[in-house]
């Protein structure tokens, strides 16, 4: 079977999206919960793909009780600290709808190295020396000299893109061009991730995040070789997409299950009571 046009594919996201607002919206705890249970998603899974061996459950320990876990390293402990900061500082961009700026991106940089780095003034800092990516030496990320005229040209064509592509082509993009510069000496890759989830959500899509498991890190890792490599940005944009759809699919199962419910609620509170039969009296 051939595969659907992306721009097809990019329409059902718009209406899924559009979908969520038909359906009265979770109860605040439940808000609270879900928006607790991706946090830890997102923690859990971006430090995952760059090795760190930390469960969800262990995770959800370090951030949301300050726990130290048995057996994992202080660095891991401090890295899932560090994450989970800079997802709410990305969360209150959002809330504030702060524009993109190069200052923006080295900030979320900075908290994401900020406990871990061996020289603390790296995070945030760009570049100095050069890099490729692993098993890829003849493939140099941009040149340290090129790195800050290449952040200003992203944070132009940012501002412009977002205004006339869609926005989950957008997210993936903005994560594809960051993550080729390679602006920072670590921390690109959860740089990125977390700017694309700054795309999403400022334009009202839930968070994504890509599994760690081998084969969806291969998958993932391959769609941003072959973009910086032969500059075709779709298997990489159709990934992105695909995360989406089932992240908005799972969304609108629960809005649907949760429609469900408030209407048998209101249903069963709205029929008459039973006429109670008294006892017969002897
Ligand atoms: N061939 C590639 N082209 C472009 N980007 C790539 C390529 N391979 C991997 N990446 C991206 O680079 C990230 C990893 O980069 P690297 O191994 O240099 O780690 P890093 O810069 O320390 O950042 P982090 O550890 O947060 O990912 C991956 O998560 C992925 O997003």
Known sequence: MMKER????????????????????????????????????HVWSSNAIEGSTLTRS????????????????VKETLEAIDLAEAYDYVAELVRTQTPLSETLIRDI???VMLKTTDLRETAGAYRVVDAWPEGSEEHYYTAPYEIQPAVHELVQWANQAVNHLHPVQYAADLHQKLVSI????????????????????????????????????????????????TGDLKPFEELV????????????QLLRQNEKNLCDAER??????????KPRER
């Open 6 to 41: 992306y721009t097809d594919q990019l329409k059902r996201l718009t209406g899924m999206k559009e979908e969520m607002n038909h359906y009265r919206p979770l109860d605040p705890k439940q808000v609270r919960l879900l928006e607790q249970s991706v946090r830890v998603e």
């Open 58 to 73: 262990e995770t959800a320990s370090i951030i949301n009780k300050g726990m130290t876990i048995h057996g994992k390293s």
């Open 109 to 111: 940089n900075r908290l």
């Open 182 to 229: 390679h602006p920072f000496i670590d921390g690109n890759g959860r740089t990125s991730r977390l700017m694309m989830n700054f795309a999403l959500t400022e334009a009202g899509y839930p968070v994504i995040n890509i599994q760690p498991d081998k084969k969806a890190r291969d998958t993932y890792m391959d769609a941003l070789a072959i973009a910086r490599n």
């Open 241 to 252: 997409a695909d995360y989406v759809e089932s992240t908005l699919a799972k969304r609108l």
């Open 268 to 277: 069963d509170t709205a029929l008459p009571k039973k006429i109670q039969k």
